[in-house]
């Protein structure tokens, strides 16, 4: 059966600025692009964040509308599957090539600064345009830099967006819209999500600790991961997707995890397999006391307690819209021909559980496993839940 090869990858975040380097920190356990800002919450209370610290491309160049570290990063992720674009639109052209982004914050920083200083000086900044800061700017702007011209949009459900385009994509090419999909998330950090998070009194007061009896909070992150997706024999696919909505509340997921519970097992109904032969869990692993409580109650009743998984949030930091595919992107590298020492990324945390919760396999530093299927969670408001499996077809 022919599947949704994901041919090329392109991401940056708090982990590094390329595969190679995203990759070896991921397997290290590094929180080095974990730092503490001052300048984020309106009480200038310092807070921790992940952050991408490397030179961005400048688009001075570009039309203001264009210019926001939002499309910075994405330009940053795109520059590394450029050449795999260019063949494909050689091969199928430009109109049967789509671009679908998942994004909560776009260039919301920017329309921050705007208003401050339209609040001090009752104008805009010269050049400032709205549309920078719509859903759609990101993709619109992928989609220029590409040079393609299919259908292009952007998805916005919070933490499970990208995730949710993944999906989309996957929809795209089995409808036969498109014959390749330049798919992915990208947000960046703005005051907007991080004083909206500390005011739901869910950012942590230090690093996050996922899964662990001292757990208090995110910490938010920003990045961006781009993959080029097309119809494939070979190569490391998009097999499986789920997706659910409990509904149960505005910000809380249902307590006993019933809609992931849901959108897993459809994710695996989907791919074809059984739970209990997935190798390894990208867990969604907030460190809120809700989501991960929700979460291992979930994986337990799914028969997963066993296999293993690790919170990747604790060295990215939450990256909301991009989260889903940048934790793809972290499957995908795990299956990928960078992974020569079958290493699983590692969950880095306090090593302290919480005895209230279900017992995870959580994954120990240096630990090395043989790995054909994954699970990526994504789990975001309002009831949003996503389930991807990412697995190797020869």
Same mark, same amino acid.
């Given at each position: 059966m022919t599947q949704m090869v994901l041919s090329a990858l392109g991401i940056c975040c708090a982990l590094g600025q390329t595969k190679q380097q995203v990759w070896q920190n991921a397997i290290q356990g590094s929180r080095d692009g974990m730092r503490w800002r001052t300048d984020l919450l309106q009480s200038d209370k310092a807070v921790?964040?992940?952050e991408v610290s490397a030179p961005l491309p400048d688009l001075s160049h570009w039309p203001p509308l264009y210019q926001s570290r939002n499309n910075q990063l994405a330009a940053l992720a795109f520059q590394q599957i450029a050449a795999e674009v260019a063949v494909v639109r050689q091969q199928y052209s430009a109109q049967r090539i789509a671009v679908v982004i998942g994004t909560s914050t776009s260039g919301i920083a920017e329309g921050e600064r705007a208003m401050q200083q339209y609040m001090q000086q009752q104008q805009y900044p010269a050049g400032y345009q709205y549309q920078i800061q719509e859903m759609l700017a990101p993709a619109e702007f992928i989609a220029q830099l590409a040079e393609v011209t299919g259908p292009c949009y952007a998805i916005s459900t919070a933490c499970s967006s990208s995730a949710r385009a993944l999906m989309s994509a996957r929809n795209l090419l089995q409808a036969d819209l498109a014959d390749a999909v330049i798919v992915g998330g990208v947000d960046s950090l703005c005051q907007l999500t991080i004083n909206g998070f500390h005011a739901l009194e869910s950012t942590s007061a230090g690093f996050c600790q996922p899964f662990s009896v001292n757990r208090d909070g995110i910490n938010i992150g920003e990045g961006a991961a781009l993959f080029v997706m097309q119809k494939g024999a070979q190569g490391i696919a998009l097999l499986g997707a789920g997706a659910s909505s409990d509904a149960h509340h505005m910000s809380a997921p249902h307590p006993e995890g019933r809609g992931a519970v849901l959108a897993i097992k459809q994710a695996c109904d989907n791919a074809g397999i059984l739970p209990i032969q997935l190798d390894y869990i990208n867990l969604h692993g907030t460190a809120t006391p809700l989501n991960d409580s929700m979460e291992s109650q979930a994986l337990a009743q799914l028969g997963l307690a066993e296999v293993p998984a690790s919170a990747?949030?604790?060295?990215? +930091?939450?990256?909301?819209?991009?989260?889903?595919?940048?934790? *793809?992107a972290l499957c995908w590298l795990t299956l990928s021909t960078y992974n020569t020492t079958q290493n699983l990324i590692p969950h880095c945390w306090d090593e302290q559980p919480d005895p209230e919760l279900p017992s995870l396999h959580l994954v120990?530093?240096?630990?090395? +496993?043989?790995v054909q299927y994954?699970?990526?969670?994504?789990? *975001?408001?309002?009831?949003n839940n996503m389930a991807l499996i990412l697995g190797k077809k020869i």
């Open positions: 921790v964040v992940g990747t949030k604790s060295m990215t +930091g939450h990256t909301l819209g991009a989260a889903g595919a940048i934790e *793809a120990a530093p240096q630990q090395r +496993g043989s994954c699970l990526s969670n994504s789990f *975001a408001f309002g009831g």
